[in-house]
Structure formats: structure tokens, C-alpha cells
């Protein structure tokens, strides 16, 4: 069955520090992978995909994220953290060999102090 | 650019009553449209996605309905409100199957 998970339900990161959000999924075809950001009470904004390609891929607001096959995960990064990048974070996969529906992980709050 | 519009932002509804949110895309045409649901502040649920106009596929089995009279125009409703369909509505558009989703900013609909 596909599946998106996201082992965190929190992460916390001092300021300036790198952080990373891990997302592990499964999927029977070709995966397609997205990043989403939700700030309180807002939508979710994208932040990266990957489709094909170059397995490091980079995104809006200085993040970036890591497709590695063989451990089937797409861990999102960035290299020194902001205190504004506190928010929810969704990993989401999109099977090939189905129809378009994305499959959500179920987010990880991360918090970044001061 | 395009842009969603989604509204109301807060809805306080009594129970039995019935409910209507509307969602609106700008600046695309043809654009795939979904209503997510979200409880609890965290895992979103699909409720419906259309590919084009009268064309809704319904994922969850409850108590709501989805319409699109319109190219870019997305109705969510129900005839009567449970204490259950409380939760943050998230209306969304994209391009193409393998495109990002774009979402509105969301409707906290409270049912008391």
C-alpha cells in the first residue's frame, strides 16, 4: 500500500543551526514527492519537488531536500535555521502508476528558538 | 499570476443548519480543484477533486457535497451541519497531475 511518514511529530532547532524534517514513503511506481509549509491558522504553501532528476533539490526560503531511493525517503533541509521557519511541515507522494490523489504524511511541527 | 480566493474565513454554524463555501480560482483555466479537510491542526483528509465542470469524484462518504457550476468556481456543501464536519476546509487548485497544489487560506467552520 503507498504510504507517506513522517517519524517526527515534533522537531526542535535552536537558531542558525541546520535542521531536517524526515520523510519516509512507499509507493509501487515512480514517486513523485512534494514539500509543504503551513504557517497557523493559512493554507499550505509549497516548497520543493521532485519529480526526476538531480536527487537534491531546492526550494523556496533557502530549503532543500534529498531524494535517496534506496532508503525510499526525502528529507527536507536547511543549513542554518530561522526563527520564522517555525511551522508545520507536510511531506506528500504522488504514485506514478495511480491516479494524480497525493498521499500526505502527518506533519511535523518544527520549532525553531531563539 | 493566479490566485485562490476562498471564503468565509471563520464559520460558527448550529447543528441541522446547512453550509456553503465557496472557492475561487483566478488567472488559470481548466484548473484541477480539490477540498481537503483538516482536524485537529494536522493530517489532511481529500473530500473531493474535479477534473472539469460537473465532473466531482467524492473520496470520503459524509455528510457533504461538492458542485463546480464554473470553470474555476468550487462549492462545498451540506444540507445539515453535524457536530462532526467541524475542522479547517482548505479549498486547492492545480495545473497537472504531477504539478503542486496551491491552497486558499482555509475556513475554520465550527458546528455547535
Known amino acids: 500500500a503507498q504510504s507517506v511518514a513522517q517519524p517526527e511529530d515534533q522537531v526542535n532547532v535552536a537558531e542558525g543551526n541546520p535542521l531536517t524534517v524526515k520523510c519516509t514513503y512507499s509507493v509501487s511506481g515512480n514517486p513523485y514527492l512534494f514539500w509543504y509549509v503551513q504557517y497557523p491558522n493559512r493554507g499550505l504553501q509549497f516548497l520543493l519537488k521532485?519529480?526526476?532528476?538531480d536527487n537534491l533539490v531546492k526550494g523556496s526560503y533557502g530549503f532543500e531536500a534529498e531524494f535517496n531511493k534506496s532508503q525510499t525517503s526525502f528529507h527536507l533541509k536547511k543549513p542554518s535555521a530561522l526563527v520564522s521557519d517555525s511551522a508545520l511541515y507536510f511531506c506528500a507522494v504522488r504514485d506514478s502508476d495511480s491516479n494524480y490523489q497525493l498521499i500526505w504524511g502527518a506533519g511535523t511541527k518544527l520549532i525553531i528558538k531563539p | 499570476s493566479q490566485t485562490i480566493h476562498q471564503w468565509p474565513a471563520t464559520l460558527v454554524q448550529p447543528v441541522g443548519s446547512p453550509l456553503s463555501l465557496e472557492c475561487t480560482v483566478e488567472?488559470?483555466?481548466?484548473?484541477?480543484l480539490y477540498w481537503y479537510r483538516q482536524a485537529a491542526g494536522r493530517g489532511l483528509q481529500l473530500l473531493f477533486y474535479s477534473v472539469g465542470i460537473g465532473q466531482i469524484s467524492s473520496e470520503v462518504p459524509q455528510n457533504l457535497s461538492a458542485s463546480r457550476p464554473q470553470d474555476r468556481q468550487f462549492i462545498l456543501s451540506s444540507k445539515k451541519l453535524l457536530l462532526s464536519d467541524s475542522g479547517f476546509y482548505l479549498c486547492?487548485?492545480?495545473?497537472?497531475?504531477?504539478?503542486?497544489?496551491?491552497f486558499g487560506n482555509g475556513t475554520r467552520l465550527t458546528v455547535t
Open positions: 488567472g488559470t483555466s481548466n484548473p484541477n
Open positions: 486547492a487548485w492545480s495545473l497537472r497531475e504531477n504539478s503542486p497544489l496551491h
Open positions: 521532485y519529480i526526476t532528476g
